[in-house]
T-cell receptor
Framework: ETGVTQTPRHLVMGMTNKKSLKCEQH?????MYWYKQSAKKPLELMFV???????ENNSVPSRFSPECPNSSHLFLHLHTLQPEDSALYLC????????????FGAGSRLTVL | DAKTTQPPSMDCAEGRAANLPCNHS???????VYWYRQIHSQGPQYIIH???NNETNEMASLIITEDRKSSTLILPHATLRDTAVYYC?????????????????FGQGTTLQVKP
């Protein structure tokens, strides 16, 4: 399998649930990212990881908790979310955290009830 | 990064060339022009980039004016699957591990509708 794979593609959760989004890349890249795209809005960068180390947290609320166990895997742990957190969550990777070419996954569509 | 201006929407007939303009009048001498597209409910996809010479790949051609203040992305034979939002982004040259990658700013882009 090649590219960036995100699971699940769709997720519905209540505000008290705990769930996780998973991202896996088979490109040999060293940097991985989480973006959020709300309806009718531009992409918003959430987190950046370079060689498994978090290098950027774009003032994201603590109810979103990222985890990067290795350069190929990235998780976004979700707990006590709000309805306004409903969005398309996109994972991306790049050769390193200085490249301008990102490869994106297809995204996980999250609905918080 | 230099600001870019794109028309909010465009239509194109299937099989015809789609020419998507982008203005970047404040571009600096070392900044590149990148194009991405996002098909509905999918992640953005890198298309092409260039500095000052015209570029072509299997997806598209990029024409950059001599003064570099504007550029045009050309899809030579648009298909219905090319219907998407197209983003023009100006970026400084890549510097390994600089931490600048995630700061790609995707604005509103141009929504291209390819019609049968």
């Amino acid at each position: 399998e090649t590219g960036v794979t995100q699971t699940p593609r769709h997720l519905v959760m209540g505000m008290t649930n705990k769930k996780s989004l998973k991202c896996e890349q088979h490109l040999g890249h060293n940097a991985m990212y989480w973006y959020k795209q709300s309806a009718k809005k531009p992409l918003e960068l959430m987190f950046v990881y370079n060689f498994k180390e978090q290098t950027e947290n774009n003032s994201v609320p603590s109810r979103f908790s990222p985890e990067c166990p290795n350069s190929s895997h990235l998780f976004l742990h979700l707990h006590t979310l709000q309805p306004e957190d409903s969005a398309l969550y996109l994972c991306a990777s790049s050769q390193d955290a200085g490249a301008n070419v990102l490869t994106f996954g297809a995204g996980s569509r999250l609905t918080v009830l | 990064d230099a600001k870019t201006t794109q028309p909010p929407s465009m239509d194109c007939a299937e099989g015809r060339a789609a020419n998507l303009p982008c203005n970047h009048s404040t571009i600096s001498g070392n900044e590149y022009v990148y194009w991405y597209r996002q098909i509905h409910s999918q992640g953005p996809q890198y298309i092409i980039h260039g500095l000052k010479n015209n570029e072509t790949n299997e997806m598209a051609s990029l024409i950059i004016t001599e003064d570099r203040k504007s550029s045009t992305l050309i899809l030579p034979h648009a298909t219905l699957r090319d219907t998407a939002v197209y983003y023009c982004i100006v970026r400084p040259p890549p510097i390994r591990n600089s931490g600048n990658t995630g700061k790609l700013i995707f604005g509103q882009g141009t929504t291209l509708q390819v019609k049968p």
